[in-house]
């Protein structure tokens, strides 16, 4: 009767990992109980969450091939684009919400276009743009922009709109730092760089008064949920940030978090449901509206427990 923050499962978006090939289901090795899937092995973990009733999924396509623009990620027939489709045509209750970034599709893993090795900002912007039409274009429902280039929230809002997509939302990483915790993602996802790191266009650790200028700035562009990425060691940000702005506030609870949860858990050394449900609890408790966490199967299962 007295609990202040309620956790629902509604509450969580479980990330999804699909790949080029038939009768895939990968172990991602870093990331014990996630996997990736091809298009038809796609029902076997829709199912479960079609069961858990969680609040969606978050799609990241893994193409075969890879060049220097990243034009397998705004191909009408890419990857993403595909598993989109068939989502929607097998499972049209399932809210898909897009990773919109170059990184897994292009050659040299960055976010943007490159001139030898300096990322260019704004010339990515229109292929982020294509990309995010192209994918509303298959059935996405929502588009969550992750590159963190200067400017992609109004390019890509733009492009909707003059696509006719005006009531597409944008859900921007906005304040997306450059963490040590994305280490089991780029496994996953096979997204790691090809030369250097992400800190010339990804936050700062230091800088949180950086993060709300970062947050304003997407929502002046067209924003209409913005995340803090990663959770628990930005929860700070979160909550100032929620505090001051009043706006829908979504969370990555990401990979390194995951993995060094299920690594203790294994060893005996915590107890899993217990840390879980504390940690999610957290995020809400700091302003998150919305998870993003490959806990969410189990996650709104203990919540119903």
Not at 168 to 173: F, K, L, R, S, V
Not at 181 to 188: I, K, L, N, S, T
Not at 197 to 220: C, F, H, V
């Given at each position: 009767?007295?609990?202040?923050?309620?956790?629902?499962?509604?509450?969580?978006?479980?990330?999804?990992?699909?790949?080029?090939?038939?009768?895939?289901?990968?172990?991602?090795?870093?990331?014990?109980?996630?996997?990736?899937?091809?298009?038809?092995?796609?029902?076997?973990?829709?199912?479960?969450?079609?069961?858990?009733?969680?609040?969606?999924?978050?799609?990241?396509?893994?193409?075969?091939?890879?060049?220097?623009?990243?034009?397998?990620?705004?191909?009408?027939?890419?990857?993403?684009?595909?598993?989109?489709?068939?989502?929607?045509?097998?499972?049209?209750?399932?809210?898909?919400?897009?990773?919109?970034?170059?990184?897994?599709?292009?050659?040299?893993?960055?976010?943007?276009?490159?001139?030898?090795?300096?990322?260019?900002?704004?010339?990515?912007?229109?292929?982020?743009?294509?990309?995010?039409?192209?994918?509303?274009?298959?059935?996405?429902?929502?588009?969550?922009?992750?590159?963190?280039?200067?400017?992609?929230?109004?390019?890509?809002?733009?492009?909707?709109?003059?696509?006719?997509?005006?009531?597409?939302?944008?859900?921007?990483?906005?304040?997306?730092?450059?963490?040590?915790?994305?280490?089991?993602?780029?496994?996953?996802?096979?997204?790691?760089?090809?030369?250097?790191?992400?800190?010339?266009?990804?936050?700062?650790?230091?800088?949180?008064?950086?993060?709300?200028?970062?947050?304003?700035?997407?929502?002046?562009?067209?924003?209409?949920?913005?995340?803090?990425?990663?959770?628990?060691?930005?929860?700070?940000?979160?909550?100032?940030?929620?505090?001051?702005?009043?706006i829908p506030f979504a969370v990555y609870n990401v990979s390194?978090?995951?993995?060094?949860?299920?690594?203790?858990?294994?060893?005996?050394?915590?107890?899993?449901?217990?840390?879980?449900?504390?940690?999610?609890?957290?995020?809400?408790?700091?302003?998150?509206?919305?998870?993003?966490?490959?806990?969410?199967?189990?996650?709104?299962?203990?919540?119903?427990?």
């Amino acid at each position: 009767m007295m609990q202040e923050t309620r956790l629902h499962p509604k509450d969580l978006v479980y990330p999804l990992f699909v790949m080029e090939g038939e009768q895939i289901r990968n172990p991602v090795a870093s990331m014990p109980g996630v996997f990736q899937y091809s298009v038809d092995r796609l029902p076997e973990i829709l199912e479960q969450v079609k069961t858990a009733g969680i609040g969606g999924i978050m799609l990241f396509g893994i193409p075969a091939c890879k060049d220097p623009l990243g034009s397998e990620a705004y191909a009408e027939h890419g990857i993403t684009q595909r598993a989109v489709r068939f989502i929607k045509e097998k499972y049209p209750e399932i809210y898909i919400i897009v990773d919109v970034c170059l990184c897994e599709y292009t050659s040299h893993g960055h976010c943007g276009m490159v001139c030898g090795e300096e990322i260019l900002n704004d010339e990515t912007l229109p292929l982020l743009a294509k990309m995010a039409v192209s994918l509303v274009e298959a059935g996405a429902d929502m588009v969550a922009p992750s590159d963190m280039m200067d400017g992609r929230v109004e390019a890509i809002r733009q492009a909707l709109d003059q696509s006719g997509f005006a009531q597409t939302p944008i859900m921007a990483y906005s304040a997306k730092f450059a963490s040590a915790y994305y280490g089991p993602f780029r496994d996953a996802a096979h997204s790691a760089p090809g030369f250097g790191d992400r800190k010339s266009y990804q936050m700062d650790p230091a800088n949180g008064k950086e993060a709300l200028r970062e947050i304003a700035a997407d929502i002046e562009e067209g924003a209409d949920i913005v995340m803090v990425k990663p959770a628990l060691a930005y929860l700070d940000v979160l909550k100032e940030a929620s505090l001051q702005i009043d706006i829908p506030f979504a969370v990555y609870n990401v990979s390194g978090e995951y993995a060094m949860v299920k690594a203790a858990a294994a060893n005996g050394w915590i107890d899993e449901r217990r840390i879980v449900m504390e940690n999610l609890t957290a995020m809400k408790r700091a302003g998150a509206k919305i998870i993003i966490t490959y806990h969410a199967l189990d996650g709104a299962r203990w919540c119903r427990e």
